[in-house]
T-cell receptor, first 115, second 108 residues
Framework: EAQVTQNPRYLITVTGKKLTVTCSQN?????MSWYRQDPGLGLRQIYY???????DKGDVPEGYKVSRKEKRNFPLILESPSPNQTSLYFC??????????????FGSGTRLTVV | EDQVTQSPEALRLQEGESSSLNCSYT??????LFWYRQDPGKGPEFLFT???AGEEKEKERLKATLTKKESFLHITAPKPEDSATYLC?????????FGPGTRLSVLP
């Protein structure tokens, strides 16, 4: 089954404790992206990757890191999480830059709480 | 300023009561408008892509239309299982921007 898999689904952590959210896709997509979704603010792009070893900042990159060492994996790293990073996170992928014809395929989400 | 807005923010319908959701955009060089459905706590699920004014797409009780300034998602005789948040997204240039969504509740 074609899918984007994120782990974990739920995570509660403390301020400053480094964490990684994993993302993997099995569709051989070149383009991958991380979004956060907050009430009233919608989906905002954190980082994206056009291909292996090619990453760039989205609209809200502060406090996050990413890497793309393999085509299928695109982990999101929070080196020193803070409470304002409490959010619902989505990984998404697309064959090329999102557009034709489906835009993105999304993962199921990771609900992160930083206390 | 490039912008994507959706209205209403929330909509409650009785089962069978048809209505429309709106997605308005002020961007240059539209390359595609996308509709997604999102259930609580889940990732958005693709519904439609529209590319040019006048285009229409249908799927079960949903029909999406596109003009030069906006798109409508028409819901005909909705059922409770149609309750979800509906997101539109716009691709223009190298940008892909989501609207804030419309939260639809269909009551039995």
């Amino acid at each position: 089954e074609a899918q984007v898999t994120q782990n974990p689904r739920y995570l509660i952590t403390v301020t400053g404790k480094k964490l990684t959210v994993t993302c993997s896709q099995n569709m051989n997509h070149e383009y991958m992206s991380w979004y956060r979704q907050d009430p009233g603010l919608g989906l905002r792009q954190i980082y994206y990757s056009m291909n292996v070893e090619v990453t760039d900042k989205g609209d809200v990159p502060e406090g996050y890191k990413v890497s793309r060492k393999e085509k299928r994996n695109f982990p999101l790293i929070l080196e020193s999480p803070s409470p304002n990073q409490t959010s619902l996170y989505f990984c998404a992928s697309s064959l090329t830059f999102p557009g034709q014809p489906y835009g993105y395929t999304f993962g199921s989400g990771t609900r992160l709480t930083v206390v | 300023e490039d912008q994507v807005t959706q209205s209403p923010e929330a909509l409650r319908l009785q089962e069978g009561e048809s209505s429309s959701l709106n997605c308005s955009y002020t961007v240059s060089g539209l390359r595609g408008l996308f509709w997604y459905r999102q259930d609580p706590g889940k990732g958005p699920e693709f519904l439609f892509t529209l590319y040019s004014a006048g285009e229409e797409k249908e799927k079960e009780r949903l029909k999406a239309t596109l003009t030069k300034k906006e798109s409508f998602l028409h819901i005909t005789a909705p059922k409770p299982e149609d309750s979800a948040t509906y997101l539109c997204a716009v691709k223009y240039g190298q940008n892909f921007v989501f609207g804030p969504g419309t939260r639809l509740s269909v009551l039995p």
